[in-house]
């Protein structure tokens, strides 16, 4: 199984992105989706998650600013961020948990993307 993350950027502050992660490989079906991010000298925090369901939570600081979004024929997951702003920044990583067979459930990292906002 490979997790391939897209649309990262340079955006100036109170612009847009959307990022897009693609599973792929032997996949029997993806519960939970989400991203994270990692700053500079902080820790992976995480951003927002998406169930199979739908459901959704997010960090409180992104909440009315970026949303998640699922398309399970597609085994993709996107995150539409407006209103970035400079603390934004960081590296951002899709995060799968994945069942490659009808009883094992494991958990998948993509490689980030880079997401810098400029002031």
């Known amino acids: 199984v490979q997790l391939v993350e897209s649309g990262g950027g340079l955006v100036r502050a109170r612009g847009s992105l959307k990022l897009s992660c693609a599973a792929s490989g032997s996949i029997f079906r993806i519960n939970d989706m989400g991203w994270y991010r990692q700053a500079p000298g902080k820790q992976r925090e995480l951003v927002a998650q998406?169930?199979?369901?739908?459901?959704?939570n997010y960090a409180d600081s992104v909440k009315g600013r970026f949303t998640i979004s699922r398309d399970n024929g597609k085994n993709t997951v996107d995150l539409q961020m407006i209103s970035l702003k400079p603390e934004d920044a960081a590296v951002y990583y899709c995060n799968d948990f994945i069942q490659v067979n009808g009883n094992y459930e494991y958990e998948y990292w993509g490689q980030g993307t880079q997401v810098t906002v400029s002031s």
């Open positions: 998406i169930t199979s369901g739908g459901s959704t």
